[in-house]
Structure formats: structure tokens, C-alpha cells
């Protein structure tokens, strides 16, 4: 079955950095898109980012402004999101998640999403 493994979040001060990362099995990683979002208590889950299946093709929640990279390694079926400039405001659970169907162009609807990691907390302090 496809599993999403998520890893990386944690503990950071205000102006630092993380790198999530999420590993996918059960499916060709080459034939999908990935995103990430992120949830706080209380509030819908909302994009941070998105990448196609080629990865050629990026998408970013209006809030990253340049803070924020998603990027994928084939070889390691690895989706990562490296985030720099943290804010507080960025505290959230963070999800990678993968659609159903293969060639998935689509990229900010958590419902279009079928497969989803664990979560990762991170957590910024100010």
C-alpha cells in the first residue's frame, strides 16, 4: 500500500531554518505530485507547497513569500521542503500528501489528496 513517512520537524528559534522530508513507498514516486501543508488547532489545512510529478512545475501558499523551497529526489523518492526565515506564525503541523491519480496537475486542495504522512510538528520560538 502507499505510506507517506515524514521526518525533520522540531524545535527553532525565529530566523532558523528546518528541512522536512518525506519518504513515499508503495507507488512509482517518478509519476506523481507531491505537496505539503501544514494545520493549526482549529483552522482548515492549507497548502505550503507543491511539486509535480517531474518536478518541474512549483506552486507556493501565498504566505511562504521566497521562505520556503519544495523540492524531490527520484532515487530516493523524497519529497523535501526546506524552510528558512521561520516565524512564529509558521508553528503548525506539516503534512506531505500525494493525489490519486498519477500526472496530477492540480495543487492547493487538501480534498484532491488521497495518500498523507503522519505529520510533523514544528513548532518556532520567538
Known amino acids: 500500500q502507499v505510506q507517506l513517512v515524514e521526518s525533520g520537524g522540531g524545535l527553532v528559534q525565529a530566523g532558523g531554518s528546518l528541512k522536512l522530508s518525506c519518504t513515499v513507498s508503495?507507488?512509482?514516486?517518478?509519476?506523481?505530485?507531491m505537496a505539503w501543508f501544514r494545520q493549526t488547532p482549529g483552522k482548515e489545512r492549507e497548502v505550503v507547497a507543491f511539486?509535480?510529478?517531474?518536478?518541474?512545475?512549483?506552486y507556493y501558499g501565498d504566505f511562504v513569500k521566497g521562505r520556503f523551497t519544495i523540492s524531490r529526489d527520484g532515487a530516493k523518492n523524497t519529497v523535501y521542503l526546506q524552510m528558512n526565515s521561520l516565524q512564529p506564525e509558521d508553528t503548525a503541523v506539516y503534512f506531505c500528501?500525494?493525489?490519486?491519480?498519477?500526472?496530477?496537475?492540480?495543487?492547493?486542495?487538501?480534498?484532491?489528496?488521497?495518500?498523507w504522512g503522519q505529520g510533523t510538528q514544528v513548532t518556532v520560538a520567538s
Open positions: 500528501a500525494s493525489p490519486e491519480d498519477a500526472f496530477y496537475s492540480g495543487a492547493s486542495y487538501a480534498q484532491d489528496y488521497a495518500y
Open positions: 511539486i509535480n510529478w517531474s518536478g518541474g512545475s512549483t
Open positions: 508503495g507507488r512509482t514516486f517518478s509519476s506523481y505530485s
